[in-house]
Nanobody, 124 residues
Framework: VQLQASGGGLVQQGGSLRLSCVHSGFTLPYHSIGWFRQVPGKEREGVACISVPDGEPFYKNSVKGRFTISRDNDKATTYLQMNSLKPEDTAVYSC??????????????????WGQGTQVTVSS
């Protein structure tokens, strides 16, 4: 399993970014892809995840209504559309892979593979 995240950058408060996570190396019909973020000195926290094949998303409360996770199976890519960004959204964002059936979750312990991170910086 390989994951490649991209799309980070510097944006002003209230702006938008779309992160992409290209995944390859697996053909499991049931799995989840999650987006996580981490700031220095703090633990990695889950932001959003989506389960396959049902496509049911799950979000951290603080990003509900602002972030949208989606998936393009033809491109083997999971996106995180981030709108109305706030300075507290500043972090290194990475995507993770979790095998298995059922609804996804934002606990890092269930994710077995991680892509490299992409920096998101929101200025005030």
């Amino acid at each position: 399993v390989q994951l490649q995240a991209s799309g980070g950058g510097l944006v002003q408060q209230g702006g938008s970014l779309r992160l992409s996570c290209v995944h390859s190396g697996f053909t499991l019909p049931y799995h989840s892809i999650g987006w996580f973020r981490q700031v220095p000195g703090k633990e990695r926290e889950g932001v959003a995840c989506i389960s396959v094949p049902d496509g049911e998303p799950f979000y951290k409360n603080s990003v509900k209504g602002r972030f949208t996770i989606s998936r393009d199976n033809d491109k083997a890519t999971t996106y995180l559309q981030m709108n109305s960004l706030k300075p507290e959204d500043t972090a290194v964002y990475s995507c993770g892979f979790s095998g298995g059936r059922g609804a996804c979750a934002l606990s890092t312990v269930i994710y077995s593979t991680w892509g490299q991170g992409t920096q998101v910086t929101v200025s005030s």
